[in-house]
Structures are given as structure tokens and as C-alpha cells.
């Protein structure tokens, strides 16, 4: 399956028709994560992360698993 959020030097591209509902999608922009998902009713969400420590441990996510993880973990502060 074709990824379906990319970035160029204009900034973040978005095709929605791609994306599976309820699942997590991520890119870095800029220093930045950027954290999208449709939800149930097809509307977009977005979230822009800025931490730069949180932002290196995004980017050094392997897989969807890890990235899961790593929110997991975070919002349990283990992190």
C-alpha cells in the first residue's frame, strides 16, 4: 500500500482517499512530527509534535508497533 502522507520542501502532502480509518500516520517536517489519523467519520486529524526529544525517538520508530509504543509509553511516562 502506497503511503499515503509525503513531504516536500513546500511541506506535507495528504492523500485521505489512502488512508485507513482509525490508524496512525506519521511524518517528520521541518524538525517537527506530524501525527495524522481518519477517524471513524472520515475527518482528518492532525498534531504537530515539537519536542525535539520526542521527535528523534518518532523518527527512529521502525514500524508501526514501535511508534504505538512509544505513544504507549509516553503517555504512561515512562518515557
Same mark, same amino acid.
Given at each position: 500500500?502506497?503511503?499515503?502522507?509525503?513531504v516536500d520542501e513546500n511541506g506535507m502532502n495528504l492523500k485521505p482517499e489512502k488512508m485507513e480509518k482509525e490508524k496512525?500516520?506519521? &511524518?517528520? $517536517?521541518?524538525?517537527?512530527?506530524?501525527?495524522? $489519523?481518519?477517524?471513524?467519520?472520515?475527518?482528518? *486529524? &492532525?498534531?504537530?509534535?515539537?519536542?525535539?526529544?520526542?521527535?528523534? /525517538?518518532?523518527?527512529? &520508530?521502525? *514500524?508501526?508497533?514501535?511508534?504505538?509504543?512509544? $505513544?504507549?509509553?509516553?503517555?504512561?511516562? /515512562?518515557?
Open positions: 500500500m502506497e503511503w499515503p502522507i509525503s496512525l500516520y506519521h &511524518c517528520i $517536517f521541518k524538525n517537527k512530527a506530524m501525527l495524522v $489519523f481518519k477517524d471513524s467519520q472520515d475527518v482528518l *486529524n &492532525c498534531y504537530e509534535i515539537e519536542e525535539q526529544d520526542l521527535v528523534e /525517538k518518532i523518527r527512529k &520508530c521502525g *514500524n508501526d508497533d514501535d511508534l504505538e509504543k512509544l $505513544f504507549d509509553d509516553y503517555l504512561k511516562g /515512562k518515557t
